[in-house]
């Protein structure tokens, strides 16, 4: 997901919708439409009103989205994680699903001997989505570690 598309899908799918959320951020409603907007030119979220926007949320696609356009991923730091046998279990199967997506993506992708940019989008989230599994899984191997 693009940049622009993040922030229109984060605003627009907030609680309460896009009115209740421009209060919540002290921002006029029409403003708030005109920053969401990906045709406008006119307007833009500042950093903090971005990080403010995924505060009230809880929606980090537009931290994704970044992350994702310079080639990182972004991988939530868990508090107290599970350390033992079925936790990283748990962990490998969600990795193994992830990866199970990005074939289903690429077969769909390929199926009619015809690739399309939206399918290469569809491939390129699932691959996001599979990298950040991987690296969630190293991160919990690494915090069972006996030191």
């Not at 421009?22 to 708030?32: E, G, L």
């Amino acid at each position: 997901m693009n940049l622009s598309d993040a922030i229109y899908k984060t605003v627009h799918s907030a609680i309460g919708g896009l009115e209740a959320l421009a209060i919540r951020m002290s921002i006029r409603t029409q403003i708030m439409r005109n920053k969401a907007n990906p045709n406008s030119g006119a307007n833009y979220f500042s950093p903090a009103e971005l990080d403010m926007l995924m505060a009230l949320t809880g929606d980090h696609s537009v931290l994704h989205a970044l992350a994702q356009n310079h080639g990182y991923v972004c991988v939530k730091v868990e508090g107290e994680m599970a350390q033992c046998d079925m936790a990283i279990l748990e962990v490998f199967a969600k990795a193994v699903a992830a990866h199970g997506e990005v074939g289903a993506e690429l077969y769909t992708t390929l199926a009619d001997g015809l690739v399309e940019q939206h399918e290469v989008a569809r491939v390129e989230e699932a691959a996001y989505r599979a990298k950040a599994a991987v690296t969630t899984m190293v991160n919990r191997l690494k915090g069972m570690v006996e030191k």
